[in-house]
C-alpha cells in the first residue's frame, strides 16, 4: 500500500455506534481500529461514490465495497467488519433489576428494620 491509496487528513469517528471509539469497542482488533480511524473518510467516500478511485488499490477497494470480490487485504477486511458490525442490530441483556411486589413498594428481599 503506498501513501496515496486512502489518504485522508481527519481521524474517523463514529460516534453513534462507538461513543467510547473502536479501540474500547471490543469489536476491533488493535490494527482494525488503526485502520478504521485513519483511513474511515476515505473508505467511507468511496464506498458511497462520494470519491473516484485514484489508485488500483482502491479500485478493488471499491468492488469489494460493491460485493464485486471478496475482501483480501486488512484495509477491506476490516472495513467490511464495519460494515456489517454497524448494520447487524445487537441485542444487550442487563442485570441488576430489582423486583418490586405487587403494590408497587419496596423489594419483597429486604426488610426495613
Do not use: C
Not at 483511513?39 to 473516484?52: C, E, I, P, Q, V
Not at 485514484?54 to 476490516?78: C, L, N, S
Request: proline share 4%.
Amino acid at each position: 500500500m503506498s501513501q496515496t491509496d486512502f489518504a485522508s487528513n481527519k481521524i474517523f469517528y463514529d460516534n453513534k455506534h462507538y461513543p467510547y471509539g473502536f479501540h474500547r469497542s471490543g469489536i476491533y482488533s488493535r490494527r482494525e481500529a488503526e485502520i478504521l480511524e485513519r483511513h474511515g473518510f476515505a473508505l467511507k467516500d468511496l464506498a458511497s461514490g462520494m470519491r473516484a478511485p485514484a489508485t488500483p488499490a482502491e479500485e478493488q477497494f471499491v468492488k469489494v465495497a460493491k460485493g464485486e470480490a471478496e475482501p483480501t487485504t486488512e484495509i477491506e477486511k476490516a472495513w467490511m467488519k464495519y460494515q456489517r458490525a454497524v448494520s447487524t442490530r445487537r441485542v444487550v441483556y442487563t442485570a441488576g433489576a430489582t423486583s418490586m411486589d405487587a403494590e408497587g413498594g419496596d423489594s419483597v428481599d429486604f426488610d426495613a428494620d
